[in-house]
Nanobody, 127 residues
Framework: QVQLVESGGGLVQTGGSLRLSCAVS????????VGWFRQAPGKERDFVAG????????LYADSVKGRFTISRDTTKNTVYLQMSSLKPEDTAVYYC????????????????????WGQGTQVTVSS
């Protein structure tokens, strides 16, 4: 079965940067659509960024455009989320997810279309 393991979370100051990693096993990232979601305490799980299986299409939440970048290393079969200019509002548990590449890129932000999820990594941005 597909497994995803996030890492790289931690405590950073406002304006700082952090890179999250998602190690994928059981399915090649080259045959997977991948996404990052986050959930703050008491709030719903929200879409952050997504990438199609070919790596040519990406989608970002408006709140992170220009600050976050999703990327991948096909050799390591790992997906990354580079976060810059971090704000306290970015504080949340961040999850990576994967799905079969038989969906429209327009639905990369739809949590219900992903069939595999990691356990999450905490990101805390201090004021």
């Amino acid at each position: 079965q597909v497994q995803l393991v996030e890492s790289g979370g931690g405590l950073v100051q406002t304006g700082g940067s952090l890179r999250l990693s998602c190690a994928v096993s059981g399915r090649a990232v080259t045959t997977s659509d991948v996404g990052w979601f986050r959930q703050a305490p008491g709030k719903e799980r929200d879409f952050v960024a997504g990438m199609s299986w070919g790596g040519r299409s990406t989608l970002y939440a408006d709140s992170v455009k220009g600050r976050f970048t999703i990327s991948r290393d096909t050799t390591k079969n790992t997906v990354y989320l580079q976060m810059s200019s971090l704000k306290p509002e970015d504080t949340a548990v961040y999850y990576c997810a994967a799905r079969r590449p038989n969906f429209s890129v327009l639905t990369l932000n739809a949590a219900g279309t992903y069939d595999s999820w990691g356990q999450g990594t905490q990101v805390t941005v201090s004021s």
